[in-house]
């Protein structure tokens, strides 16, 4: 079982940064996809970007675009996802996963975090 570990969530004001973290404790880190995912109230769980193996390839949602950036330190086992700009709207529950294997061209994502809480304020 791999076990993910989210910290950095709050609350912050309208405009305001915050920097989320997920470890992966173990050896094979590197070999997944990680990807940041957050549900809304009331709403489905969306992506919010992945990162390859390597970090050669980044992906972001539309709505994030420019405004969070995500990283990956393979030496901490440890991905990244630093939010600036933050608006009402990025209010949610924030989910890491890890994926190992790629399922009809997309990651599949099979280990995920315990989801740590973002509230903006306006």
């Known amino acids: 079982q791999v076990q993910l570990v989210e910290s950095g969530g709050g609350l912050v004001q309208d405009g305001g940064s915050l920097r989320l973290s997920c470890a992966v404790p173990?050896?094979?880190?590197?070999?997944?996809?990680m990807g940041w995912f957050r549900q809304a109230p009331g709403k489905e769980r969306e992506i919010v970007a992945a990162?390859?193996?390597?970090?050669?390839?980044?992906y972001y949602a539309d709505s994030v675009k420019g405004r969070f950036t995500i990283s990956r330190d393979n030496a901490k086992n440890t991905v990244y996802l630093q939010m600036n700009s933050l608006k009402p709207e990025d209010t949610a529950v924030y989910y890491c996963?890890?994926?190992?294997?790629?399922?009809?061209?997309?990651?599949?994502?099979?280990?995920w975090g315990q989801g740590t809480q973002v509230t903006v304020s306006s």
């Open positions: 996963a890890a994926a190992s294997r790629m399922m009809a061209g997309t990651p599949k994502y099979d280990y």
């Open positions: 173990g050896r094979t880190f590197n070999s997944y996809i």
């Open positions: 990162i390859s193996w390597k970090g050669g390839n980044i």
